[in-house]
């Protein structure tokens, strides 16, 4: 080998040179390239940082979260979600110097009741399961759990969708399915979730609520790799004893019936997989776009 001519390597280029390369794959593309050095982590987690400030506020798309138990499907009202933030994630923070970082992020959402007035009421005062609850959140959207003497948990379905809206319109231009599980309510957890609840609430008053929420930890995950999560609050509900059952008066243990309110406050996404749906739903729309036919046009004529 001559001295005065080194032989030029991969490792040679300046990391310019690698970014202006890299910036043109997709982020699935992407990922596995975080495992073939130091080097090739540090600037792939840079160029996610960056993907990561642009498209996680969903300025173009729409979160949409279905949450319901297995008998609601036909009857429980889908919500939006508004952008909350994704902790760790700034226009200051370099995640080239803490590994792991960029790709262990979640952001955060809050469900919202819809908008339109009738959805709204049911979401408020609509009792399906014979409780009753004096403490109504008008900006919440609560799911009701009831569960018999011989039931160990109940089950919500939750569905989250990245969705495009036409403007002004409900129509969706596309929709691309992030998770589609379930989560298991125990008995045993409802009852202390709602305890902790009643026992913060005494304790703090009206700002019980909050500073419950902001130190609560419990995060109930849709799928095992912890990709989708909801953070939930639990408060009882009395019998209301106006309810029509289907069984006798004298044959109902209202000891043995717990029901219960779950506060949906935030759902959890990691925010890779969040950032994978949006170029997943752009790809999409530009081949929708290609295929496009247009229906109508004037004829040509041929003279």
């Known amino acids: 080998m001559n001295p005065a001519k080194p032989v030029m390597t991969l490792d040679s280029l300046p990391n310019e040179v690698f970014i202006q390369i890299l910036s043109d794959f997709s982020t699935r593309a992407l990922l596995p390239l975080i495992s073939v050095n130091h080097r090739f982590y540090a600037l792939v987690s840079r160029i996610l940082h960056y993907r990561l400030l642009l498209s996680i506020p969903l300025k173009e798309f729409k979160l949409l979260l279905e949450c319901f138990h297995p008998s609601s499907k036909l009857t429980e009202p889908h919500v939006f979600c508004q952008y909350l933030g ?3 994630l700034s226009e200051g923070h370099d995640a080239t110097h803490q590994p792991g970082r960029v790709t262990g992020l979640y952001s955060r959402f809050r469900p919202e009741v819809s908008s339109d007035k009738e959805e709204k009421e049911r979401s408020i005062n609509g009792s399906k399961s014979g ?6 959140a008008e900006d919440a959207v609560i799911r009701e759990i009831t569960l018999g003497g ?5 089950q919500l379905c939750v569905v989250v969708n990245l969705v495009q809206v036409k403007p002004g319109t409900s129509l969706l231009l596309s929709a691309s399915t992030i998770e589609d599980g379930i989560i298991r309510l125990w008995r045993e957890w409802l009852r202390g979730q709602s305890r902790r609840t009643k026992k913060t609430t005494e304790t703090d008053g009206e700002g019980g609520f909050e500073k419950e929420r902001m130190s609560s930890d419990d995060i109930l995950w849709v799928d095992m790799s912890k990709t989708v999560g909801l953070k939930m609050r639990v408060r009882p509900k009395a019998w209301d004893p106006s309810f029509p059952v289907l069984i006798h008066e004298d044959d109902r243990d209202d ?3 717990d029901g ?8 959890h996404i990691r925010s890779t997989r969040l950032l994978l749906a949006v170029e997943q739903s752009k790809e999409e729309l530009k081949i929708h776009q290609t295929n496009a036919m247009v229906i109508g046009a004037a004829p040509i004529s041929v003279s």
């Open 86 to 88: 994704t902790n760790g």
């Open 260 to 267: 219960y309110e779950v506060i949906l406050q935030e759902l």
């Open 255 to 257: 000891h043995s019936w």
């Open 131 to 136: 409780f009753s609850t004096e403490d109504k």
């Open 150 to 154: 011989y039931e160990n948990f109940s």
